[in-house]
Structure formats: structure tokens, C-alpha cells
């Protein structure tokens, strides 16, 4: 069975389901760009997603036979081509801005969404949330990571104003408030040239 969703007025996702195989391809414009052709059933799947600057092909097994999640293909609707899957790192940025989450406590949480120094974390600690939500990139400020954080939890609104370290107390208090220990994000969408042709150490899931 095949399936065409519509992304934007040029581009559209292929999605062929035929038996034990799954392929999925972009069409731009006037061109078929190949994402993925696996062999899939009901334990192993080839999916996609997208969002403004890629459309993502990757495959995944399930609790029975925990095959890991693999980004096959990424194509880059701005730049019209395929990403180099050879890199490493372009595959997990890709894997945290679109299809995985990775999950942080309220005390990252809290230091990232007030501008003054809540006290609340180590030194080693500090930069963790920061780095993995810009997946690196300088040119992404303070002020973006906090709408972003706010946008995904409007319910840390209260919080975000702060202006002197906390005490035990009070950490506490907020946490009982917000009855949340762990807060999941997707690293900020972006367009991850920056990055493409420089491989780097990966983040620790």
C-alpha cells in the first residue's frame, strides 16, 4: 500500500508498505530522493518524521527483540539533498531534535530557566542541559533555551524568576509543587550544517 503525505506545496513523503518491506522516499519537486528500503514485520519497523529542516527515515525493533533505534536517512528540505550518514554525530543530533527524547531533573531545569545562579548544581553539571539543547551551536543564547524549556512546560512559568540560591526548603518545596522529578525534551530543531562535515564526541544518553 502506498502512502503520499504532503509536507509543503514542493515536497511530499513516499511511504510503500509491501509484505515484510517498507520504503520511503522524498519527493521534491520533480525528483524521487530514496530515504530507506528495509525489511520490516511486526517486530521491526521503518518509520519517518520531519520537521522544518529535515525529513528523518530511521529504523527500530521492539521490547522482543530490542533491535536499537538507527536514523537511516536524513534529507535537508532547505538544501534539497541527502545528509552524510557516515557522521556520527549528525545521526544523534538528528535522533534528539526528531524522534528521542532525553529526560533531565528539575535542578538542570530550574539553573537553565533563571538568569541568576540558583546554586543548585555542580560546576561539571552546569553546561549539560545547555549543551545537549543547542547540540553545541554558540549562536543559540540564554534567552532561547528559556523559551524553550517554557513553551514545552508552561507550568515552570512561576519558576523562571528567581533571583536567590535556594534553600533545601524551598527546592523542595517546588518539587512537591510541580509533582514532576524529571522533565523530557527534544534538543531545539535546527539546521545542523554548522556541524555536518566536523565529527564529534557523542552525548552520553
Not at 1 to 27: A, C, F, G, P, Y
Request: proline letters at 2%.
Amino acid at each position: 500500500m502506498e502512502k503520499i503525505t504532503k509536507i509543503n506545496d514542493s515536497l511530499s513523503v513516499k511511504e510503500d508498505n509491501r509484505k515484510n518491506r517498507t520504503i520511503i522516499s522524498v519527493i521534491d519537486g520533480d525528483k524521487e530522493v530514496l530515504l530507506s528500503d528495509i525489511e520490516t514485520d511486526d517486530y521491526f519497523w521503518n518509520k519517518w518524521v520531519y520537521d522544518d529542516n529535515y525529513v528523518v527515515a530511521y529504523s527500530r525493533g521492539c521490547m522482543v527483540n530490542q533491535i536499537p533505534l538507527t536514523v537511516e536517512a536524513a534529507y535537508s528540505i532547505k538544501n534539497k539533498r541527502l545528509l552524510n550518514m557516515k557522521n556520527e554525530r549528525i545521526k544523534e543530533l538528528l535522533e534528539f531534535m526528531l524522534i528521542c527524547k532525553k529526560g533531565f531533573d528539575l535542578t538542570q531545569i530550574l539553573t537553565e530557566i533563571n538568569s541568576s545562579d540558583l546554586g543548585l548544581l555542580s560546576d561539571d553539571k552546569k553546561d549539560e542541559l545547555r549543551n545537549y539543547l543547542t547540540s553545541g551551536n554558540k549562536n543559540i543564547n540564554k534567552k532561547d533555551i528559556m523559551s524553550y524549556i517554557l513553551e514545552a512546560y508552561p507550568q515552570l512559568e512561576k519558576y523562571a524568576s528567581l533571583t536567590e540560591k535556594l534553600s533545601v526548603s524551598e527546592y523542595r518545596s517546588i518539587r512537591e509543587e510541580l509533582d514532576e522529578s524529571t522533565f523530557w525534551l527534544h534538543a531545539i530543531p535546527q539546521d545542523l550544517s554548522f556541524v555536518e562535515d566536523v565529527p564529534k564526541k557523542k552525548l552520553k544518553k
